[in-house]
C-alpha cells in the first residue's frame, strides 16, 4: 500500500515548476511506482494561457476548483471549466488552458510520467519509461 500526501511533496523533485511559473504539479503516483498510471494534483495560476499536447500519453483532468476555458486547437472547440468538470484527451488532443482564476485539477496520465518529463517546445512530453 502507497499512502502520499501532498504535503510530503512540497518542496521534493515531484513537485514539478515550468520556466514560465504558470503552473505547479505535484507528483503523487508516479511510473515507479508500478501501478500502470500516475496520478497528478496541478495547480494552474490565475490568469496564465497555457497550451498542451500530450502526444505519447492519454491524460484524463478533473476539475476540483476554479473557473477557465479549455480549448480544443485540433477540432477547433472551446469548452468551459468549473469544478466538477472531466475532461479526457483521449486522441492526444493540442489544447490551450486558460486560467480566469486559479485551477485545481486532478489528473491521470497512461503511460504514466516517470517524474522527470519536461515539456517540450510544442507541449509535449516525451515518452519515458521505468525500466524494469
Keep these: 500500500m502507497i499512502v502520499r500526501t501532498t504535503?510530503?511533496?512540497?518542496?521534493?523533485?515531484?513537485?514539478?515548476?515550468?520556466?514560465?511559473?504558470?503552473?505547479?504539479?505535484?507528483?503523487?503516483?508516479?511510473?515507479?511506482?508500478?501501478?500502470?498510471f500516475s496520478f497528478h494534483e496541478t495547480t494552474i495560476f490565475p490568469g496564465t494561457d497555457n497550451e498542451f499536447h500530450y502526444a505519447n500519453h492519454y491524460e484524463a483532468v478533473w476539475l476540483v476548483e476554479g473557473e477557465g476555458e479549455l480549448i480544443d486547437l485540433d477540432n477547433d472547440k472551446t469548452y468551459p471549466?468549473?469544478?466538477?468538470t472531466m475532461y479526457l484527451l483521449d486522441g492526444h488532443e493540442r489544447h490551450r488552458v486558460i486560467a480566469h482564476t486559479q485551477l485545481r485539477?486532478?489528473?491521470v496520465f497512461n503511460p504514466p510520467v516517470v517524474g522527470?518529463?519536461?515539456?517540450?517546445e510544442n507541449g509535449v512530453y516525451p515518452l519515458v519509461?521505468?525500466?524494469d
Design 81 to 84: 471549466l468549473a469544478p466538477g
Design 105 to 107: 485539477m486532478l489528473c
Design 7 to 36: 504535503a510530503e511533496i512540497t518542496g521534493t523533485d515531484r513537485e514539478v515548476r515550468p520556466e514560465n511559473g504558470n503552473w505547479v504539479s505535484k507528483r503523487i503516483v508516479l511510473g515507479g511506482d508500478r501501478v500502470g
Design 129 to 131: 519509461t521505468v525500466d
Design 116 to 120: 522527470t518529463e519536461v515539456h517540450d
